[in-house]
């Protein structure tokens, strides 16, 4: 009798738990919650988090979890890539450190041998500024490349480099001639040289064949794969083909094992109308899988001398960049798409640009009456301060990608004078007038890796060594701001609030788990900081060897 009363009272004890799947404890928690911003215990039950705080005492788990004392944060998110090209670019051939022109032919001479004949080469992401500056020939490669049709992107994606096989297939000659919003570099004799920037690497793409539904889902498997390993837990993509393919590649995804991070999908901001009736009909997804937002383009960037200016380049006053999409269909498309409800983000760059898209924005929202549009400006790169007041006034979120100063602080002073640079990744001046800005990557371009992101933010260094206290360093945030813009920011930007971005009962059961405490080593080593636990939605997407 006494032993079936023990039972009795073993079993009403444990009932009078709270049951949970798995329970982390020791843990240095950093909740972003403002109401209880630090725990050491965290609770998770079907995927969603049950408890959160400093005594685990009245937990029943199925698994407990002993952290270490490690630091654990809301997973990142990153607010900007082209998830499915960085995904192939993966294998591809990797030129981003070619530091010299020999260098840069001899790798694509090297990847072409292990290739079939025929394959397209794309991607590279190779830098010129690496070797002075000049721009590649197609005569440094013709005669490496072989039968391979080779059209390779710079860095930042707004210029692309092709050989003499890519342009035949493509029928470009020296009678073709720039599109409006591009430029095809010729060199004396007419002849085109294989430079291809913003809207003119359209004519090669529209050679390039679509990739198959099987390459496309090795693209997204390899890239989610590479994400997860670095503490991101949801993606913003901006498509890599077209949009529609991505969306449908990550439908595929969708609902299965390979999901392993959650992605928000935004197609071309030309195909409003036919996203207009797509959510009519299959509604906006869910918190896996969510679509309803077009990305636009106002103009190119720094680095192809596309970025559009008030005033001309340093180096090369005949020009102040360029607008890739005309100006009235932009106007347009923004109009429409507003009206319809549809969540927009454009890309600016330059000052022009920007001040173009927030006076569009502002008239979108004269015209269509107010709302809680969360309306983005994708890079928000180089502002003036009437240009931040704007912002600040109109509610317009900076989606801004921290890690490109580290590589356009290098050269960007060839460019552009003191003044427009002191407007340049404006992080600081923006907080201070009440700007919500977002961190991501913008991927290839950049590394998905949110801790380059958040050492970049807080330490401004340059790859070349020169600015060992910041580029810039008035503008420069805490290590907490990155880390709020990466995660609380990221969410509401991506219409997740209320769901991600934060450690709280009741949300999404997405968090990382660092080998360091960001917060108290010196921010000039965070970009050295390993992620040894990936979770989302309570499931262990990542878990590090080490």
């Not at 073993?10 to 843990?27: E, G, P, T």
């Not at 923004?334 to 409800?341: I, S, T, W």
């Not at 549009?373 to 704007?390: F, G």
């Not at 070349?464 to 509401?492: I, M």
Request: proline share 4%; aromatic share 10%; charged share 25%.
């Amino acid at each position: 009798m006494r032993i079936l009363f023990l039972f009795a009272a073993l079993v009403f004890i444990v009932s009078c738990k709270q049951q949970a799947d798995i329970v982390y404890v020791n843990a240095k928690i950093w909740t972003g919650d403002s109401s209880r911003p630090a725990a050491s215990v965290l609770a998770v039950k079907n995927g969603m988090i049950v408890y959160v705080g400093d005594d685990a005492s009245n937990l029943a788990a199925g698994q407990t979890v002993d952290l270490g004392g490690k630091l654990m944060l809301p997973g990142f998110t990153d607010n900007h890539t082209h998830f499915l090209s960085a995904g192939y670019g993966l294998s591809s051939v990797k030129l981003k450190d070619a530091m010299t022109k020999q260098e840069f032919i001899s790798r694509i001479a090297e990847f072409c041998r292990t290739k079939p004949d025929q394959t397209w080469v794309m991607e590279g992401g190779w830098d010129h500024e690496n070797w002075g500056g000049e721009l590649p020939s197609h005569e440094w490669v013709d005669s490496v490349t072989g039968d391979h049709p080779l059209f390779i992107s710079r860095y930042d994606g707004h210029m692309a480099f092709a050989n003499s096989k890519a342009m035949a297939l493509a029928g470009v000659n020296s009678s073709t001639r720039s599109p409006e919003g591009g430029v095809i570099e010729k060199n004396t004799k007419g002849e085109p040289t294989g430079i291809f920037k913003d809207a003119a690497m359209n004519l090669i793409l529209k050679a390039v064949p679509d990739p198959t539904e099987k390459q496309l889902d090795e693209y997204f498997d390899a890239a989610a794969r590479h994400a997860v390993m670095r503490g991101v837990t949801q993606v913003n993509d901006m498509s890599s083909y077209g949009g529609w393919l991505d969306l449908e590649t990550y439908r595929r995804a969708s609902g299965t094992d390979r999901m392993i991070l959650r992605m928000y999908s935004f197609v071309p901001l030309a195909t409003w109308e036919r996203l207009d009736s797509f959510v009519q009909k299959n509604g906006r997804g869910d918190d896996l899988l969510k679509w309803g937002g077009l990305k636009g383009y106002v103009d190119g960037s720094l680095g192809s001398t596309t970025a559009w200016f008030h005033q001309p380049y340093l180096d090369d006053p005949s020009t102040s960049g360029l607008f890739i999409t005309d100006t009235s269909l932009l106007r347009k498309w923004v109009l429409g798409a507003d009206k319809a409800g549809l969540h927009l983000a454009v890309h600016a760059i330059g000052d022009r640009a920007n001040d173009f898209i927030l006076a569009v924005y502002a008239e979108a929202e004269k015209l269509n009456g107010p709302r809680d549009r969360r309306s983005r400006v994708e890079h928000a790169q180089h502002v003036n301060p009437l240009t931040i007041e704007n912002f600040a006034r109109q509610g317009v979120i900076a989606s801004m990608h921290p890690y490109h100063l580290y590589d356009d602080g290098i050269w960007a002073a060839k460019r552009l004078d003191s003044a427009r640079l002191k407007g340049t990744y404006a992080f600081r001046s923006m907080l201070n007038k009440g700007v919500q800005i977002t961190f991501g990557s913008d991927w290839p371009v950049a590394p998905i890796d949110p801790l380059y992101g958040i050492y970049a933010s807080t330490t401004r260094i340059t790859g070349d060594g020169k600015n060992p206290g910041g580029w810039f360093p008035e503008e420069k945030l805490t290590v907490e701001e990155a880390v709020r813009a990466y995660t609380v920011s990221n969410a509401r930007a991506t219409l997740m609030d209320g769901k991600t971005g934060i450690i709280r009962e009741g949300y999404q059961a997405d968090v990382t788990v660092l080998n360091e405490d960001i917060f108290t080593i010196a921010p000039e080593q965070i970009k050295n900081v390993k992620v040894l636990r990936t979770i989302m939605k309570g499931r262990e997407v990542f878990l590090s060897k080490d």
